[in-house]
């Protein structure tokens, strides 16, 4: 249910390639075999063409309107040098679309995030011409160079469009580039959740207007799996934290639960929103250990709430010891 998606060797190699010759501009990856994986370092057939012509005779012809990309591009004359763009088209398969956008600060960080300047989105291959990053530049005046984890989270900073409006909310800072705006009442019931007062769930969500963390209305307590599956919704992400209450070997045990569910049918929204949802996921895990002392047991990422079974999360919780068999002898002929 995990990802544990992480780069490859081989992209590691093409990408310490790329930093240490300016005759590439620039390198290509995918997800493939659960690894970051290169496709192929984009170098122009003569040095000294500008970043526009090598947009569009290197980088266009392999930008398709159905399948996402990773594109790290040589776009600066001064370090950080780089941009890494993660192209994710609307008629992209789903779990394609959600692998590519959890994985994005992955990507980054693995390979160094002091080597790039910026990274955003984009959804349609004229994003990725010239007239498209001309356009993105016109929007977005670079600022002083910011490393990935500084500005995906500096994103968030947004969420003061709270406005006072409804529940009152805090922005927590975790570190200095890194803030995020939660209610007061998602606060409060995390760590109701952590003092073990009776409450077994906390459920979370986004507020697409001013980007916060906000508490899903409480429900009647699940006291199994399958009645935590019915509370998630099918139709929205949610965060969920959940105390397992169970017996196993004959020992009451209440492990803490994370999961993170995305369904399918969420794709239907604007990317913008879709978005905020993997990239706000670890802001929720170091809010909920932050402010409350929460460190689940177990993290489980799945598309549909109706995946998560409790078959399989007994079996992530309680793995069963490989039992080896003792080499048996083969009997000899005729005995």
Request: include cysteine.
């Amino acid at each position: 249910m995990q990802s544990g998606i992480s780069a490859s060797q081989e992209l590691v190699s093409q990408f310490n390639e790329l930093l240490g010759s300016d005759r590439h501009f620039g390198l290509l990856a995918t997800i493939a075999s659960e690894q970051l994986q290169p496709l192929r370092l984009l170098t122009p057939a003569s040095p000294g063409a500008s970043f526009a012509s090598n947009v569009a005779s290197l980088l266009q012809p392999h930008v398709k309107p159905n399948e996402a990309l990773y594109v790290i591009l040589r776009r600066h004359a001064t370090a950080p040098a780089l941009v890494a763009v993660t192209y994710v088209p609307d008629t992209a398969p789903v779990r394609q679309k959600m692998l590519f956008a959890s994985t994005r600060l992955t990507l980054v960080r693995e390979l160094g995030s002091e080597h790039f300047r910026e990274t955003y989105f984009a959804t349609t291959p004229e994003e990725l011409s010239p007239a498209g990053f001309e356009k993105h530049d016109a929007h977005n005046a670079l600022d002083a160079p910011l490393t990935e984890e500084e500005r995906s989270l500096g994103d968030v900073r947004r969420a003061e469009q709270e406005a006072g409006a409804g529940t009152a909310k805090r922005e927590i800072h975790l570190s200095t580039h890194m803030a995020t705006s939660v209610a007061e009442d998602a606060l409060a019931a995390l760590k109701e959740l952590a003092a073990g007062d009776g409450r077994s769930l906390v459920m979370l969500k986004i507020n697409p207007d001013s980007e916060s963390i906000e508490l899903v209305p409480d429900q009647a307590a699940p006291s199994s799996i399958p009645e935590l599956v019915q509370a998630i919704s099918p139709a929205e992400p949610r965060f969920t934290f959940y105390r397992f209450a169970h017996t196993h070997a004959g020992s009451e045990t209440s492990p803490l639960l994370f999961f993170y569910t995305c369904p399918s049918s969420f794709s239907t929204k604007a990317i913008k929103f879709r978005m905020m949802y993997p990239l706000m996921k670890r802001a929720v895990l170091s809010v909920a250990e932050k402010e409350a002392g929460l460190r689940p047991e177990k993290k489980f990422e799945v598309e549909e709430p109706s995946e998560i079974t409790e078959k399989a999360v007994l079996e992530e919780l309680h793995p069963q010891a490989e039992v080896k068999k003792g080499f048996n002898r083969p009997k000899r002929p005729g005995r």
